[in-house]
């Protein structure tokens, strides 16, 4: 099952989001106009992306974007890289633990070293740098660096992707200090139509609409009234 929030088929002229069926964590697809396919995080294997991607005719990914390295996220690019060409591979560059995190790393090395795949990670990139193609613009977030450590989670990569008038992020698992941080830098602004929520629900976004699934229930979003993005689409993941 996918919730197709802007469009339901890939069409000429439509630039498609697909937020897929992974379960726990996150997999948002990207179609761009011109056929370019955009794939943020992906789930565990066990959701099945893959099979979701396949499913759509997808034989190549452009460019795949692991917001971070948590096995609910980034687990089933194992999968991905071993199913799909793959143009490029970005990471956050913050070391996994799991032995998925260490198969997945040597298998993007082993595809960069037969010339399959550029690997790189967020680092190499400015947040002027735009990774899209003909009118959708790709801009990436890395991680503020006054934020120190190497937890997963605070390190995640914000994706912001643009066409006309409409913006949407993607956070991975962010929580509410990298993206406050990231506001008071100057990094993105407050208009943002589609977010997908940070880590816990702490998303610092007011929604004009949110779509949630049955048996969700309210929950609390906002810890302050600073720093909301004024949305117009607010996409709720989660797991049954």
Known sequence: MFLALFATAFAADTLTVDYLDVGQGDGVLFRTPDGHVILVDGGKPSGNADDQ?????????????????????AGVHEDILGRFSVGTYVANGVAGTSQSYSRITAMAAALEAAGQTDVRTVSEYSDTDNLGWGD???????????????????????????????????????????????????RYDDRIDSVDPLHRGRAPHRPRRAHRGQGLGERRLFRSEEHRLNSSHLVISYAV
């Open 136 to 186: 959708v613009a790709i801009h990436l977030l890395k991680p503020p660096a006054a934020i120190g450590g190497t937890d997963q989670n605070t390190h995640s990569i914000g994706v912001v992707v643009e066409r006309g008038d409409f913006k949407t992020l993607v956070s991975g698992d962010s929580e509410k200090k990298e993206t406050d941080a990231w506001l008071a830098e100057g």
């Open 53 to 73: 991607l396949a499913a759509l005719g997808i034989t190549r990914i452009d460019l795949l974007i692991a917001t971070h390295a948590d096995y609910d996220h």
